[in-house]
């Protein structure tokens, strides 16, 4: 039996936002980290942290993950899919709203390509997926009091909101570590197909999901 994760800790892909300077790399226009100053690519990070989330699910032997080939070109060639299964029963085992859950809902009861399941994931297209997505794990991070929010008003209007730690919760975070996250990443260089094969799906399902300023209304 797994046991159920809490929310007084980090589940792993949310190690990687803390810790993004070790998942991804510098950019000076990326997204700023939460505990320093440095920014990282946004890509990168969301990235990683998606992949973090799939992994930890597969550790916990939630989900499955096997490379397949497929026709492609009216069965004159073929093509490498990664696919993701159900593998147990996922309920309760990750907090609501975080990524890990929202994996596990995305996959379903049925196998489909992990690009899909990152698709179903995301949800609506958007002129910036990674943007909301990101955007939606600190909110949940806020509501397990690892962050604080803070309304950023213009006239009184809320323009925007902003997330930080204060000292008390970046001791609560440096206390959780981010060997869980790490250790996984470590592991998958073992299988470095499903690692490679991973990183492009993931990227090929954001892509989907990602509508320009003038591209009209999302159809589906």
Known sequence: MTAAASTETL?????VLIHG???AKKAMLGE???ITDMKVSTSELVAAMITAAILANEKRGLVRLTLKKE???FGLSSRESLKIAP????NGVWPADTTEAGILSAVGGSEKSVSDAIIAFIGDRAPNPEH???SRVKSTLANKGFLTREDKKVLGLKVSVVYHASDEQRTRIAAQGVGDAAALFSEVKSR???ATRL???????LADRTRSDDSGPDLG
Do not use: N, R, V
């Open 21 to 23: 300077d070790q998942f």
């Open 71 to 73: 026709k492609a070109l």
């Open 32 to 34: 700023k980290l939460l």
């Open 132 to 134: 909301d997505y990101l």
């Open 199 to 205: 990183t492009k799906e993931i990227g090929s399902g």
């Open 87 to 90: 593998a147990g029963t996922g």
């Open 192 to 194: 470095p197909e499903i």
């Open 11 to 15: 589940t792993p892909s949310e190690m």
